[in-house]
């Protein structure tokens, strides 16, 4: 069963921590890409990746991180560098400019 | 950039009535734009596209129009029920890339259908 897997679920950050989020995808897409959802506003670009060992800054990578070493993942790291990280995350993929798929999620919070 | 306009941004229907949200776009080089459902929680979900070689498409109860003049296209859901619930997005696609980083969406419209 394809698709875009996401975890955790829930994430809680404490100040000064960097944390990780997974993105994993049994698609075969090669370009990968990582969103920020706040309530009442539209997706926001952070990083996006068209093939291994290769990423972009999007619209607002700051405080933000990724690596491509392998095609079915792309990890993003919220660094202490970000000082509103409380967001809802989104992992995507897609083949080319076909269709845009979504992963469900992760919640960040800060404690 | 792209800028893309969602109207409205809540959106209450009784079951069985039509329901209409509207966007604009800004860059009339646009050629793509996708329609997403997203429920609570949950990641968003695409429901239809259209690209811009067409004026419409229907997919069962749901339906997208482009209008490329005007620079607007719009989604309608026929025979709502209860589960359309949700909370939909529009985005629109400049051309350039191999991928949807240029793609910008809108801000969203809650959907709200009573049974």
């Known amino acids: 069963d394809g698709g875009i897997t996401q975890s955790p679920k829930y994430l809680f950050r404490k100040e000064g921590q960097n944390v990780t989020l997974s993105c994993e995808q049994n698609l075969n897409h090669d370009a990968m890409y990582w969103y920020r959802q706040d309530p009442g506003q539209g997706l926001r670009l952070i990083y996006y990746s068209q093939i291994v060992n290769d990423f972009q800054k999007g619209d607002i990578a700051e405080g933000y991180s990724v690596s491509r070493e392998k095609k079915e993942s792309f990890p993003l790291t919220v660094t202490s560098a970000q000082k509103n990280p409380t967001a809802f995350y989104l992992c995507?993929?897609?083949?080319?400019?076909?269709?845009?798929?979504f992963g469900s999620g992760t919640q960040l919070s800060v404690l | 950039g792209e800028n893309v306009e969602q109207h409205p941004s809540t959106l209450s229907v009784q079951e069985g009535d039509s329901a209409v949200i509207k966007c604009t776009y800004s860059?009339?080089?646009?050629?793509?734009f996708p329609w997403y459902k997203q429920e609570l929680g949950k990641g968003p979900q695409l429901i239809i596209d259209i690209r811009s070689n067409v004026g419409e498409k229907k997919d069962q109860r749901i339906a997208v129009t482009l209008n490329k003049t005007a620079k607007h296209f719009s989604l309608h859901i026929t025979e709502t029920q209860p589960e359309d619930s949700a909370v939909y997005f529009c985005?629109?696609?400049?051309?350039?890339?191999?991928?949807?980083?240029?793609?910008?969406f809108g801000t969203g419209t809650r959907l709200l259908v009573s049974p």
């Open positions: 985005a629109a696609s400049p051309p350039g890339g191999t991928g949807f980083q240029k793609l910008v």
């Open positions: 860059d009339s080089a646009s050629n793509y």
């Open positions: 995507a993929s897609s083949r080319g400019r076909e269709k845009l798929f």
